[in-house]
C-alpha cells in the first residue's frame, strides 16, 4: 500500500507554463518534505512544511500542506529548462522511516 | 560543510566479487541511512543507523552488510550480488530538527552486476 500518491506521474510542457503537482495520502503527517532529483543524481530538499495550511514560496516554486495535513501541493510558475527532473513528495512515518511518494518526472521544453 | 559524499560514483562487479561503498558526512548528523532506487522509482529505504548503531533493517538480504565505523562514516558491504541488485544507491544523513526529519542525500553510487 503507497501512502503517498503523487498526481501526475509525468509531465510535459513549454517553458514559460505553470503547473501543479499534488502529493496525496489518507495519513495525518506531523510534517512533509519535497526533493527534486535530476538524473543520476541524489535527490535535493526543497522545503519542508509542517503547519496545516502553511505556504512556502522559494522563488517560482509555492508549496501548500493541506489544512488536515494529509496532503501537500507544489506550484511551479513560469517553468524553465532547468526544473527539470523528478519531484518527490516524502514524510516521516515512524522515526526515522522516512516515506516517498510515487514521484512526478516533469521535462520542460525550451 | 553541508555535503553527503559517495564512493565511488560508478562500480561494475560480477556476481563473486566483494566490494563496498562508502559515504561520508561532516554535518554532525546522528542518523545515517543507505536507498536502493531503481530507474524511475522512488528510493527505498534498506538501512538506518543512528548514534552510529542500526537502528532500521528493511528486510535486506544478506549479500548488503552495513557498517558505521563512526559518526561521519557509513559503508554498504556487497558480497555475492545479483543483477537485479543493479541500482543506484544513495546514502543520506540527517538530524532531528524539531521532530521532523529532514534527509540530505549523496550523489550516488550506480552499481552494475554482471
Known amino acids: 500500500t503507497q501512502l503517498l500518491e503523487q498526481s501526475p506521474q509525468f509531465l510535459s510542457i513549454q517553458e514559460g507554463e505553470n503547473l501543479t503537482v499534488y502529493c496525496n495520502s489518507s495519513?495525518?503527517?506531523?510534517?512533509l518534505q519535497w526533493y527534486r532529483q535530476e538524473p543520476g543524481e541524489g535527490p535535493v530538499l526543497l522545503v519542508t512544511?509542517?503547519?496545516?495550511?502553511e505556504v512556502k514560496k522559494l522563488k517560482r516554486l509555492t508549496f501548500q500542506f493541506g489544512d488536515a495535513r494529509k496532503d501537500s501541493s507544489l506550484h511551479i510558475t513560469a517553468a524553465q529548462p532547468g526544473d527539470t527532473g523528478l519531484y518527490l513528495c516524502?514524510?516521516?512515518?515512524?522515526?526515522?522511516?522516512?516515506?516517498f511518494g510515487t514521484g512526478t518526472r516533469l521535462q520542460v521544453f525550451p | 560543510d553541508t555535503e553527503v559524499t559517495q564512493t565511488p560514483k560508478h562500480l561494475v562487479m560480477g556476481m563473486t566479487n566483494k566490494k563496498s561503498l562508502k559515504c561520508e558526512q561532516h554535518m554532525g548528523h546522528r542518523a545515517m541511512y543507505w536507498y536502493k532506487q531503481k530507474a524511475k522509482k522512488p528510493p527505498e529505504l534498506m538501512f538506518v543507523y543512528s548514534y552510529e548503531k542500526l537502528s532500521i533493517n528493511e528486510s535486506v538480504p544478506s549479500r548488503f552488510s552495513p557498517e558505521c565505523p563512526n559518526s561521519s562514516l557509513l559503508n554498504l558491504h556487497l558480497h555475492a550480488l545479483q543483477p537485479e541488485d543493479s541500482a543506484l544507491y544513495l546514502c543520506?544523513?540527517?538530524?532531528?530538527?524539531?521532530?521532523?526529519?529532514?534527509?540530505?542525500f549523496g550523489p550516488g553510487t550506480r552499481l552494475t552486476v554482471l
Open positions: 543520506a544523513s540527517s538530524q532531528d530538527r524539531g521532530g521532523y526529519n529532514e534527509q540530505f
Open positions: 495519513s495525518v503527517f506531523s510534517s
Open positions: 512544511v509542517v503547519t496545516g495550511g
Open positions: 516524502a514524510a516521516s512515518l515512524r522515526g526515522d522511516k522516512l516515506i
